[in-house]
C-alpha cells in the first residue's frame, strides 16, 4: 500500500511531463514555421528584383546609378541575415527605383513593370503578415515556456527562449538564382 502514492505522483508527474513537452514542441515548431514563412517571402522578393531592373533598365539606361544600388543591395541582402540591415536597405533602393517610374510614363504604362510592381507589393505585404505572425509565435512559445508548471520543466527539456529578432543561421535560407527574363 505504500509503494501506491508514490507510483500514483510518479505517473502525474510523468504525464505533466509529456504534455508539457509535447505543448512546447508544438509551440517551438510554429516558431520554425514562421522562420520559414519569411524565408519563403524574402526569396520571392530577391526573385523579383532581377526582373524588374531589366525592365527599368529598357526605359531608363541612363538611371544606372540607381539600378546599380538596387542590384548591389539585393546581393547584401541576398548573403545577410534576414533581419540585417541590408533588407532595410534594399527596401530603400527598391523605393528609389520605383520612383524612376514617375519620370517614365512609358515605363510607368508598362504591363510587364506594372504587373512586377503590384508582384513585389504582395510579397512586401506578405512579408510584413509573415514577420506579424512569427512575432506572434514567438510570443505564445516564450509564454508556454514561462508559464507554471512549464518553467520548472522547460530548461531541463531544452527548450530556450525563442528571440523575436535574432535567428540561428540554419533557420536561414540561401536565396537562389533565379533566371534572368529580359524586355
Given at each position: 500500500?505504500?509503494?501506491?502514492?508514490?507510483?500514483?505522483?510518479v505517473?502525474?508527474v510523468?504525464?505533466?511531463?509529456?504534455?508539457?513537452?509535447?505543448?512546447?514542441?508544438?509551440?517551438?515548431?510554429n516558431?520554425?514555421?514562421g522562420?520559414?514563412d519569411?524565408?519563403?517571402?524574402?526569396?520571392?522578393?530577391?526573385?523579383?528584383?532581377?526582373n524588374?531592373?531589366?525592365?527599368?533598365?529598357?526605359?531608363?539606361?541612363?538611371?544606372?546609378?540607381t539600378?546599380?544600388?538596387?542590384?548591389?543591395?539585393?546581393n547584401s541582402?541576398?548573403?545577410?541575415?534576414?533581419n540585417?540591415?541590408?533588407?532595410?536597405?534594399?527596401?530603400?533602393?527598391?523605393?528609389?527605383?520605383?520612383?524612376?517610374?514617375?519620370?517614365?510614363?512609358?515605363?510607368?504604362?508598362?504591363?510587364?513593370?506594372?504587373?512586377l510592381?503590384?508582384?513585389?507589393?504582395?510579397?512586401?505585404d506578405?512579408?510584413?503578415?509573415?514577420?506579424?505572425?512569427?512575432?506572434?509565435?514567438?510570443?505564445?512559445?516564450?509564454?508556454?515556456?514561462?508559464?507554471?508548471?512549464a518553467?520548472?520543466?522547460a530548461?531541463?527539456?531544452?527548450?530556450?527562449p525563442?528571440?523575436?529578432h535574432?535567428?540561428?543561421?540554419?533557420?536561414?535560407?540561401?536565396v537562389?538564382?533565379?533566371?534572368?527574363i529580359q524586355?
Amino acid at each position: 500500500m505504500g509503494w501506491i502514492i508514490p507510483l500514483v505522483v510518479v505517473v502525474v508527474v510523468g504525464m505533466v511531463l509529456v504534455g508539457i513537452y509535447n505543448r512546447l514542441v508544438g509551440l517551438r515548431q510554429n516558431v520554425n514555421q514562421g522562420v520559414a514563412d519569411i524565408d519563403a517571402q524574402l526569396r520571392q522578393r530577391h526573385d523579383l528584383i532581377p526582373n524588374l531592373v531589366n525592365t527599368v533598365k529598357g526605359y531608363a539606361t541612363h538611371e544606372k546609378e540607381t539600378l546599380d544600388q538596387v542590384v548591389q543591395a539585393r546581393n547584401s541582402a541576398a548573403q545577410g541575415s534576414i533581419n540585417s540591415s541590408d533588407e532595410a536597405q534594399l527596401r530603400v533602393a527598391l523605393d528609389r527605383m520605383l520612383a524612376l517610374a514617375e519620370s517614365y510614363p512609358d515605363l510607368k504604362a508598362n504591363t510587364n513593370f506594372q504587373e512586377l510592381q503590384r508582384e513585389l507589393a504582395d510579397v512586401e505585404d506578405k512579408l510584413a503578415a509573415a514577420r506579424r505572425a512569427l512575432n506572434a509565435a514567438v510570443s505564445r512559445y516564450n509564454t508556454g515556456r514561462e508559464t507554471f508548471p512549464a518553467v520548472l520543466f522547460a530548461g531541463m527539456l531544452g527548450f530556450q527562449p525563442a528571440d523575436f529578432h535574432r535567428l540561428d543561421d540554419s533557420e536561414q535560407g540561401v536565396v537562389d538564382q533565379v533566371p534572368q527574363i529580359q524586355f
